[in-house]
């Protein structure tokens, strides 16, 4: 496994996820599970967030407790398919930033072609988590990388669901300084740029659009 790369192979996150790769889940279990996925993924990527202290008073008596320590940490979601993890993510830390990128895939040639960029204005010093649910060829995720960047994030960390080895080779070139979260490595992409095994048409799925 690459220095980069986290692989979460909690029982939980692979049962949930082998349920969302069957052809035969349907809309609103695929949408559950993908939530229930990004509150277990948004764990692992939280794990090491910097502490801080404070004294607080329980009924019984004071004490000093930790506390989060720095700024609001962003969620920036990929359109369309990354909604699906950042309502997750949302609920974990319901206090977090939320920035969007639309980049669709030029069927073609599969480069990431941008139609739409939201995001908080301060992003320097600030954990700043992008999700996608697949990192497919990696054009998409080292595109919204390189925008997010270019606004001045120097923290970021990027969570999806399926990874295919030459979407993790394409995006650590681009941005070694960024560690990927992903609940599974699959074996490769097909001729469209789809993960195999994968699960499909993320959006698709996610949404009912096919
Ligand atoms: N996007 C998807 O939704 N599925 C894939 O397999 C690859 C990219």
Redesign the pocket.
């Known amino acids: 496994m690459p220095d980069n790369v986290t692989l979460v192979d909690h029982p939980l996150v692979q049962h949930k996820l082998a349920l969302m790769r069957r052809k035969e889940t349907r809309t609103a279990e695929f949408r559950q599970l993908l939530r229930e996925i990004a509150l277990l993924l948004g764990y692992e990527v939280t794990r090491d967030l910097p502490l801080t202290s404070e004294e607080i008073e329980t009924p019984l008596t004071k004490m000093t407790a930790p506390r989060l320590e720095g700024k609001k940490m962003v969620l920036v979601s990929i359109l369309r ?1 990354g909604n699906g993890l950042l309502e997750g993510m949302l609920e974990l830390i319901p206090s977090a930033r939320v920035g969007h990128i639309g980049l669709y895939r030029d069927p073609e040639t599969l480069v990431a072609v941008e139609y739409y960029f939201k995001v908080p204005r301060d992003l320097s010093d600030r954990l700043v988590i992008v999700v996608d ?2 990192l ?1 060829t990696g054009n998409s995720a080292v595109a919204a990388v390189g925008r997010l960047k270019e606004e001045g994030a120097n923290n970021i960390k990027f969570v999806c669901l ?1 990874a295919a080895p030459e979407g993790i080779q394409a995006f650590s070139e681009a941005h070694p300084d960024v560690h990927i979260i992903t609940a599974a490595i699959d074996d490769r992409l097909n001729g469209h ?3 195999v095994p ?7 799925r996610l949404y009912g659009t096919k």
């Open positions: 398919a649910p697949m497919a399926l740029g789809y993960i994968g699960l499909g048409d993320a959006g698709d």
